[in-house]
Each structure stands twice: as C-alpha cells, then as structure tokens.
C-alpha cells in the first residue's frame, strides 16, 4: 500500500487523477481537519485504487469526525 496525496482539481475524491503517489508518510497537519489531505491504498500503475468500499467508508468517516485515521489524513485547507 502506498500514500497519495489528494490535490485537487474540483472536489471528486473518487478521481484517481486528481492524487499523487508519495514515498513515506505524508506530513501531518495540526490544526482543524476538514479537507482530505492524503490516503493509503494499493496502486493501479501509479495511480490510487478507489474501489474499495472500506477505504471509502473510512473517508466518509474521518471528514464527519474530523480526524485522522489509519489509512486517511485530512488538513484545514485545500
């Protein structure tokens, strides 16, 4: 599994276009969390698989709460 960085080109999480895969751990943000900021999934040929329902659950649920989970990191900002 790696991480990828969300960055934005509208706001469609599910895009695999709209992520970069990064080496290591993304660097936490301290702060409000309410923007994704990176997840940790498998690959697809660099690109980030979203076909996994778990994965998008645990998204869903760490923007309601507000707060970091396992395999999703969220920031303040876009």
């Known amino acids: 599994m790696y991480w990828y960085i969300f960055i934005p080109a509208g706001n469609d999480v599910g895009d695999p276009n709209q992520y970069t895969r990064t080496e290591g751990i993304p660097t936490a943000y301290n702060g ?4 994704l900021y990176a997840i940790r999934t498998n690959d697809d040929k660099g690109k980030p698989v979203l076909s996994d329902i778990e994965l998008i659950v645990e998204i869903v649920n760490a923007l309601r709460s507000k707060k970091d989970t396992e395999n999703v990191l969220l920031r303040a900002t876009q």
């Not at 409000?32 to 923007?35: D, G, V």
Request: net charge neutral; charged share 50%; proline share 0%.
């Open 32 to 35: 409000e969390k309410n923007h």
